[in-house]
């Protein structure tokens, strides 16, 4: 696919291609200004995203740099700019899931991981707090028992993707993304009234 | 009442709120739900939920989510050093074609040895994983370490001209220079002090240098190395100068011996 094609060319460090020319040209520093712009958007949105993924931090962080580097290659090529926030997430996703496959880390349960757990502090009031942690523990029941594919649903969509978006990011179809967050959110909604 | 099997799906509720159905299928659902108070509840919940999952998914991975301002430097660093390097690369493109050889080199030494000023600044904020080669040592990683300052040992001594570095510790090199999936084919693991100028084998000795480096590569290094070692050894310049300068700019201490501004003609 087209699209696929670009993300791999933009991951890789290639600096002899057609689009080296644009890139001595003063357009460079707009181009990084524009980059910059769009991590000061999205950056605390994807390393939300790279930790719900079972990223450690260190590594969403590399997986951040690594996108917005990808994304000023990208735009040095003078590749299309349509939906870059889709872009981004899509790149974002790709790459994390070659470095999760790199340390082997997927068999890990997203909660048990140090980089995505509970903080439910806030609350002076103890009673306040302890239903706060009652709630909490409900909702990470049924986070964990979600499968991996609707936790990342759920979270892309957290983060404001659209359908289409979500669709475009996991590789899925609009359908099979309407169902599995339906499902998600069932599951939620069915926590919340016990 | 509507009957059951008209009611509105859970999925077709969470489409329509995010308009992606027909215009014709989300007016019929838009009516439907304004009618039904069960879809109506439905698609009240489901909305609820979701906006209990965000507060959740923000409880778990804010803490996280730090030093946006500190990611910011090392992105723009990051990209500061890939233009860089792609104006280089740029430029002795332009000049082979047009100039052959010569003007080639020229301009890829005058990008290396301006690059040469100002990257060590650049890369003191070192992104976890390097982007591109590494092509001069790193002043906070490879400061340069001695085993002696005695010019009787370095002098009296008959040394190995190269020592080869161990294979775990080249390892560790690479891993500090953000390089660690590096082949060894593409860096040699080079001493900043040679022992045989008193040198020691220390990591922070230690730095890869690529061979991809055109003009200020390892050969003239080498040259340099040998050059220092006569000098101090006839007594013309002090060990411990001589170990200075080769550690603080190995490429200026080059010139500074050898009286000129690029490399010299070296047998392979």
């Known amino acids: 696919m087209a699209e696929d094609q670009t993300i791999s060319d933009t991951t890789g460090v290639t600096l002899a291609s057609a689009g080296l020319a644009d890139a001595v040209s003063a357009g460079a520093s707009a181009l990084e200004e524009e980059v910059v712009g769009w991590f000061d958007e999205l950056q605390a949105k994807l390393m939300r995203y790279l930790l719900t993924a079972g990223l450690s931090v260190p590594d969403a962080e590399e997986i951040v740099q690594e996108t917005f580097l990808a994304l000023f290659k990208h735009l040095t090529r003078g590749k299309p700019r349509h939906n870059i926030p889709a872009w981004i997430f899509r790149v974002a996703h ?70 289409r978006e979500i669709a475009q990011v996991l590789g899925m179809s609009l359908g099979a993304v309407s169902i599995s967050l339906a499902r998600s959110l069932a599951r939620f909604a069915c926590a919340q009234e016990r | 009442m509507l009957p059951d099997e008209s009611h509105i799906s859970d999925e077709e509720l969470l489409l329509a709120a995010d308009d992606v ?132 040992a370095v ?45 020691a084998d220390d990591i922070r000795n230690l730095w890869p240098q690529s061979y991809s480096s055109a003009v200020w590569n390892a050969r003239v290094k080498d040259a340099l190395e040998d050059r220092l070692h006569d000098l101090v050894c006839d007594g013309s310049v002090d060990l411990v100068a001589a170990q200075r300068d080769i550690a603080s700019d190995w490429i200026a201490a080059y010139k500074k011996y050898f009286h000129t501004d690029s490399p010299l003609e070296t047998t392979p």
């Open chain 2, 21 to 152: 159905l027909s215009r014709d299928r989300s007016a019929a659902v838009a009516k439907h739900v304004s009618l039904c108070g069960t879809c109506r509840t439905r698609k009240q919940k489901l909305e609820e939920a979701l906006a209990e999952f965000v507060d959740f998914h923000r409880r778990a991975a804010d803490p996280g989510v730090r030093l946006a301002g500190e990611q910011r430097a090392v992105l723009k660093t990051q990209i500061a050093a890939l233009t860089s390097l792609r104006e280089s690369w740029w430029a002795v493109w332009t000049s082979t074609f047009s100039f052959r050889g010569i003007a080639a080199a020229f301009a890829f030494a005058f990008v290396l040895v301006a690059g040469y000023r100002t990257w060590p600044a650049i890369l003191a904020s070192r992104p976890a994983i390097r982007p591109v080669p590494v092509f001069f040592p790193e002043p906070g990683l490879t400061p340069g370490a001695v085993a002696t300052a005695d010019r009787t």
């Open chain 2, 155 to 199: 002098c009296g001594s008959s040394q190995p001209k190269t020592r080869n570095v161990p294979v775990s510790l080249q390892r560790r090199v690479f891993e500090e220079y953000g390089i660690p999936g590096a082949s060894p084919k593409a860096y040699e693991v080079d001493y900043l002090i040679t022992p045989a100028l008193g040198g």
């Open chain 1, 94 to 163: 790709n790459l994390a899931l070659r470095r999760r496959s790199l340390v082997q880390r997927d068999r890990q349960n997203l909660l048990e991981s140090p980089s995505y757990e509970f903080v439910a502090g806030g609350d002076p009031n103890p009673e306040d707090q302890l239903a706060l942690k009652q709630r909490l523990a409900r909702l990470a029941g049924v986070w964990q028992a979600l499968p991996e594919q609707a936790r990342l649903c759920l979270a892309l969509r957290a983060e404001g993707l659209t359908y």
